[in-house]
T-cell receptor, first 113, second 109 residues
Framework: SQTIHQWPATLVQPVGSPLSLECTVE??????LYWYRQAAGRGLQLLFY??????ISSEVPQNLSASRPQDRQFILSSKKLLLSDSGFYLC????????????FGEGSWLTVV | RKEVEQDPGPFNVPEGATVAFNCTYS??????FFWYRQDCRKEPKLLMS???SGNEDGRFTAQLNRASQYISLLIRDSKLSDSATYLC??????????FGKGTMLLVSP
């Protein structure tokens, strides 16, 4: 069966520090991969999605970036965090193709102080 | 009009009650529809897909009205464990899904 792992689960970072969140999927190949963010009191916002290695589509440019160095690995990064980057970050995967169910990792709680 | 709109609630109901959630979406080209459930401070999890003819899974019934661009979720015989936020989800373009902000349900003894 397929599983998705995301880490770290929680982190507290100072403003201006870098960020790296990592996500891996097991038990499938060539998945679509996603990064979502859920800020306090707000809905899920799609940040990036990828349909293949090295293929990244950005929904929210800002100061975040994503990379997919391997088929089942997705990384979310920032060079300098802002207070507004605080939130619940969720990695997700879906089978390749369109309109499929997506499955989330357990999420990473980021607090920027 | 927002892509996916839901009544934020909260809906407060007693155990055993029937409760219905509604959702509207703006993209008439959408083809895939889902309901997800999210517990407090947890990741969303798929509750059920929504099919054009309507579908049922135990105490849960989902309906889709394409003409009105409207989706519903009915929960019968509510349990305490049903307390959560219910997210209406619609596909948007290739490979991406748009989530509503969710409707909070609180089931009390």
């Amino acid at each position: 069966s397929q599983t998705i792992h995301q880490w770290p689960a929680t982190l507290v970072q100072p403003v201006g520090s870098p960020l790296s969140l990592e996500c891996t999927v097991e038990g499938t190949s060539n998945p679509n991969l996603y990064w979502y963010r859920q800020a306090a009191g707000r809905g899920l916002q799609l940040l990036f999605y990828s349909v293949g290695i090295g293929q990244i589509s950005s929904e929210v440019p800002q100061n975040l970036s994503a990379s997919r160095p391997q088929d089942r690995q997705f990384i979310l990064s920032s060079k300098k965090l802002l207070l507004s980057d605080s939130g619940f970050y969720l990695c997700a995967w879906s089978p390749g193709g369109t309109g499929n169910t997506i499955y989330f990792g357990e999420g990473s709680w980021l607090t920027v102080v | 009009r927002k892509e996916v709109e839901q009544d934020p609630g909260p809906f407060n109901v007693p155990e055993g009650a029937t409760v219905a959630f509604n959702c509207t979406y703006s993209n008439s080209a959408s083809q895939s529809f889902f309901w997800y459930r999210q517990d407090c401070r947890k990741e969303p999890k798929l509750l059920m897909s929504v099919y054009s003819s309507g579908n049922e899974d135990g105490r849960f019934t989902a309906q889709l009205n394409r003409a009105s661009q409207y989706i519903s979720l009915l929960i019968r015989d509510s349990k305490l464990s049903d307390s959560a936020t219910y997210l209406c989800v619609v596909n948007r373009g290739y490979s991406t899904l748009t989530f509503g902000k969710g409707t909070m349900l609180l089931v009390s003894p």
